[in-house]
């Protein structure tokens, strides 16, 4: 186990040195919790990648198959990656109004905010005029992702040798 | 300011009002005919899962009572009805017509003790369920007689519809988007009797050391492996694989079976229990003895309608059987020798991880025994094959003055529920222990079950029992109190290490395990998929501590499980390729946000874009990840491997697929008729290595989960087989 705690921390000790170099992430995003009632509104995926220097997080993103037109995006903070959280109103993110389009922005974090993201507790959540912001059921939305650190991805069916990435075990503080 | 005033109070008033019309809503929203056809409809659609008495069971939450209507007394009818609507019955939403719908939904409300009048239920009515409804049945509800001719009113001037697709006949209108129709079958009984002659009789030896052609048992050795020693099949050829046979199963409920293989012969379980022997080069019927029951309901059925393995020994085949019995049948012509009860109550009490033949004895597990409100435990036995007279029995949760007792909080015995053992065990002869998983205790959340922070012995634990006595030797709880029925109750798997004697095992938090098997110490551990279950584990012991607000959970709050209770890892088992070192483990990579009554929603799980299949090789000696590769698909078969470096594996969208076992590379893939369920297994007649694998529906969580998130993935609802496959003749 302890090889494999060994580059987050080396890359932890490095970010604390080197505060001014850019922190990459990524996310995909999905569909927010569904069941065979609300699979028909809640769908779509995109694709979003972030970078972070000094207070500012940059986002570029797209996404596509939505059953209905977007309309507003934001950063989310949970405690826990996976486990829903609260919108940040200052955090809102400039969205195509359409069923397929772009997400992005510049974002100011907080210290607590930005120790957030380097936590993976940071998400952005992509609402549509179908399956709109709210709790009914569950929290309701219709797209999110958690700002995972960059990490490589490979297509279905390509095996990845030796370590693949597993969100949270290889997202320590950095 | 005074109108204003006035007008405010006025606004203020009618707003009470309606709050208060809300709180007291109105009686008779439906009648006492829609009530009488809702209880047909239930006990044919929807009493399989929820239970007649709607007290729920594994997946399916209750539907009568404090827990349904802690959840559903703030809500209202009509989202009781599009809920229903939308996502029942299992598998079939939306199939059955409005009419059905309003009718259960109708029954379910005077289960909970709303009462009848003369207006029809209206799908669109806005009535918080809490104003009409107590959740408790008025007496003697629930022992009313299901009147077949109460059906559901003519919609619109046509023909009854059919409640039921599997039943419809000539002329009938069915709603039902899927192709298939289903027969369940009426005659039961030896179908034919077989004759096989020269029978080799299955000796201990061979149970200790299969005969390398065969397939003897559920995971092939007393050590768990799924590892076949033959080497005719390689990478470099099985891109040559061809299909030999096939033989289409019995329809409807569940199949997750394990084809047993003996000298030439194929044992196969098909729902309705039928047994059936089969020429394994031919595919040619031999016998044939449906034991029965039929399968409660038409279509793919719940996971506790199944039996994942049966046992061969002497001249004999064993099965044991979802509703609770083993049998001993002639392996020669399928006529019964004897049949014996492991269930000590009528009707509590099944068995459906198969079992495991130790000297002479049949120790089985049992699933759904143990529940809130029944007045019984859970417990792994042990039978004389000859008779099939009990001979002990070791009850899975600790009571008052046991090991653990005190680990239930202020639960007395009598309500200290689950673990229970839906895989069947392994064994050591060396040590002469057989190890068994446990289940998490029931109900599966803490705020529900009233066990406090206690940690819940022996459920969700590795059990290590004497196989003469039924001795607990230790056990080892992998996740203490747990609560988002997160099992840990798969295959364990026992791995030398030079002088170290291990035992692996994963469970659904998707956490490998590996213990000392001698004396249940903990090892080591590997973290496979993401979860957010547990903040961190002890490096001394491996106690894993909870997410905060698990601990401080509330029946009616949302809370996130990943992964969820499809698991991390599920019945389908992993295989240890021995020249390798690796374990190779079929995961699933979805979450769930559930609250307290088990309701749930799912979710992909964060970093793995959508891809809920993962299969990943570790190997044992050191927890080093080898090789991963993820896909869009669930992975639903067992995986094996074999002498040869290659490894099977079949998925919820038709793929069954050969892999390097050195790099996780696909070698070669086919598509078959139905999703690939089950325990695929290699054998050898006559020198030549075949493969077989089955497919087939039903089942809990691995089978709902990506049935709801894949939308794409469309699968024929029939299509019960079972296939195998070998290298051209001629090549």
Redesign the interface.
Known sequence: ?TSRFFMPALLAALAVTAPALAEDYQ??L??????????EFI?G?GDVKASFQGDTLMVQGNFQGLPSNATEAYVWQS??????GKQIASLKLTVTQSTSGTVSGSLKLTRAQAQALRE?NL?IQLNSEKAPPGYM???RGTL???L?PAHE??G??????????????HTLSR | MHNKSALLLGGAAAIAMGTVAFAQGAAGLFTKAQVDAGRVAYNEQCATCHQPDMSGMNDSMPLAGESFMKVWGQRTTA?LY??IH??MPYGR?SSLDDATYASIVSYILAANGATSGTTPFSPTAETGIGSIATGKAPAGFFNAPAQAAAAAPAVGGQPNVATSAGFATAGQVVKYPDPGRFTLPTKFGLMLKGDIQNYVPVTDEMLLNPPEGDWLMFRRNYAGWSYSPLKQITPDNVGQLQLKWMWSMPENGTMEITPLIHNGLMYMWGTSNTIQALDAVTGELLWENRLGPPPRGPGPGPSNEETRAMGLYGTNLYVNTPQGFIYALDARTGEEVWKTKINDKEGIGWSTGGLIIIKGKILVGMTNCGRKGTDDHCYISAYDAKTGKRDWKFTTVALTGQPGGDSWGPLPDNERKGAETWIAGTYDPVLNTTYWGTAQAKPWRRDERGSADGDTEYANSTLALDPDTGKLKWSYNHAPGETFDLDEVFERVLIDHGEQKTLMTIGKAGILWKLDRATGKYL?????????VY?SFDPKTGRPTY?N?VVDQKSEQ?L?S?PGPQGGHNWQATSYHQPSDALIIPLSQS???MLGNG?????????????LGRL?AYRTSD??????????ASFLTGVISTAGNVAFVGDFDRVFRAIDVR????LWKTRLGTTVQGFPVSFSVDGKQYIAVTTALGGGSPQLKPG??L?EVHRPVNGYAVYVFGLPDNP
Do not use: I
């Not at chain 1, 927010?32 to 699979?39: A, C, G």
């Open positions: 186990m996310t995909n999905g569909p927010m919790p569904l069941d065979d009632e609300t699979k769908a995926r405690a826990h990656t996976g486990v829903p993976g998400y059921w569950g929290p999110w992702g958690w995972l991805t490979v279905p069916n390509v095996p990845q040798q030796g370590n693949w990435f597993v969100p949270k075990l | 989202q599009s809920k939308a996502s939403g080591d551990h590997a973290q496979t998929v993401f979860q957010n903040t997410r607000d949302w996130s990943c979450c769930v946000l309701s749930q929603t799912y979710f992909e799980m964060p970093g793995t874009d959508g891809n990943s927890m080093k990840p080898l090789w991963s590769f993820q896909q869009r790099n996780g590379k696909t709801t998130m939308r």
